[in-house]
């Protein structure tokens, strides 16, 4: 009678597997360095998307109107590096645009009217997903949007300086109309949809919203 294989691996056989496993991992590992910058955009673009849905929802509900104020960086600046986004509520309704005001840090100097309250901030740069995702003044080099959004997608479309430096707004209000306003507080004339891009390395994808309707597209990377 033959004798029987002893039960257990050999020393080759378990160095065999390690190596099998150290290869796999490594592999993911690179395949996930590769996809983060798309998984980041994809992350902050969805927490938009929802932070403007709790905006009009609650102009609705409250009677009054709920600004999303975006920040984008300038080139060369060295505070609020990656851009942020204000959620305002503007219950007297007076368009007091001009009266926000931010530090060095970004963080809001001014109080609120009476009345008005500061919802929420995002501020890009410092969290989980948010450390690597910008919403910087630089255009969407090789980024286009489709139909009704159709043309090249800007930074931020609806921008310009004003005071407490570049920005823009999108307004909800209590009547479901949504308007787009500039850095002055002016309303932006003449765009079917206000554009804006976030961006991380090499990935980045657009939020466009159409004042008209208030409908909402996210073009992910």
């Known amino acids: 009678m033959g004798r029987q294989r002893a039960s257990g691996f050999t020393l080759l056989e378990v160095m065999v597997v390690v190596a099998i496993i150290g290869i796999l991992a490594g592999i993911s590992v690179t395949t996930l360095s590769r996809m983060q910058p798309r998984m980041d955009v994809m992350g902050a673009l969805d927490d ?17 109107d709920v600004w999303v104020v975006f920040l984008p960086t300038s080139a060369g600046t060295t505070t609020r590096a990656r851009g942020g986004i204000l959620v305002y509520e503007d219950l007297d309704r007076d368009l007091a645009f001009g009266s926000l005001s931010f530090d060095a840090q970004g963080h809001l100097t001014t109080a609120p009217e009476p009345g008005d309250e500061v919802l929420s901030q995002t501020w890009y740069g410092g969290e989980p997903f948010r450390g690597r995702v910008q919403l910087a003044l630089k255009p969407g080099e090789g980024f286009t949007l489709n139909a009704p959004f159709s043309g090249a997608a800007a930074t931020c479309n609806f921008c310009s300086n004003g005071p407490g430096g570049f920005r823009g707004a999108i307004i909800y209000q209590a009547n479901g109309e949504v308007r787009l ?33 208030g409908f909402a597209r ?3 990377p």
């Open 48 to 64: 938009l998307s929802s932070t403007l849905a709790q905006a009009q929802a609650r102009a609705q509900s409250r009677g009054g």
């Open 181 to 213: 306003v500039d850095g002055t507080g002016a309303p932006v004339a003449n765009l079917n949809a206000g554009v804006v891009t976030l961006s991380s390395d090499a990935a980045r994808g657009a939020l466009a919203v159409a004042p008209a309707t």
């Open 218 to 220: 996210v073009t992910r």
